[in-house]
C-alpha cells in the first residue's frame, strides 16, 4: 500500500504565495517523475508541473503557471515541492501529486487552494 499526501493548501490573497509539498513515507520517490495537477470542480483535471525523477533535470510548466511557479525536489526528504508565486483567483484548484515509474502510477488525494481578490 503507497501513502502519497499532498500538503501546502490553504487560502491566500491574490498575489501571494503557497508552497506545496508531496511527500510519502512509505516508499522512495528517488525514481518517480511527479506531475502536478489541478481541477476545479466540473473540470478535467490538468497538468500543471512536471519534474524528472533522480535529480530532477528536466521541469516543464503549463503556460498558464510559467514563470510564476517552480517545482523542485529534495531526495533526502523524499519530497517534492511546487512553489506558487502571484497566485490569482485563477489558481483555485485541488491540486494533486501523481508519483509515477514505468510499473508505478500514485495519486495523492489533493489539496486545495484557494485565492481570494
Known amino acids: 500500500q503507497l501513502t502519497l499526501v499532498e500538503s501546502g493548501g490553504g487560502l491566500v490573497q491574490s498575489g501571494g504565495s503557497l508552497r506545496l509539498s508531496c511527500v510519502t513515507t512509505?516508499?522512495?520517490?528517488?525514481?518517480?517523475?511527479i506531475t502536478w495537477f489541478r481541477q476545479a470542480p466540473g473540470m478535467e483535471r490538468e497538468g500543471v508541473s512536471f519534474?524528472?525523477?533522480?535529480?530532477?533535470?528536466?521541469?516543464k510548466h503549463a503556460d498558464s503557471v510559467k514563470v510564476r511557479f517552480t517545482i523542485s525536489r529534495d531526495n533526502a526528504k523524499n519530497a517534492v515541492y511546487l512553489q506558487m508565486n502571484n497566485l490569482t483567483p485563477e489558481d483555485t484548484d485541488v491540486y494533486y501529486c501523481?508519483?509515477?515509474?514505468?510499473?508505478?502510477?500514485?495519486w495523492g488525494q489533493g489539496t486545495q487552494v484557494t485565492v481570494s481578490s
Open positions: 501523481n508519483a509515477y515509474t514505468f510499473n508505478d502510477d500514485y
Open positions: 512509505t516508499f522512495s520517490l528517488y525514481f518517480y517523475s
Open positions: 519534474i524528472s525523477y533522480h535529480d530532477g533535470s528536466v521541469t
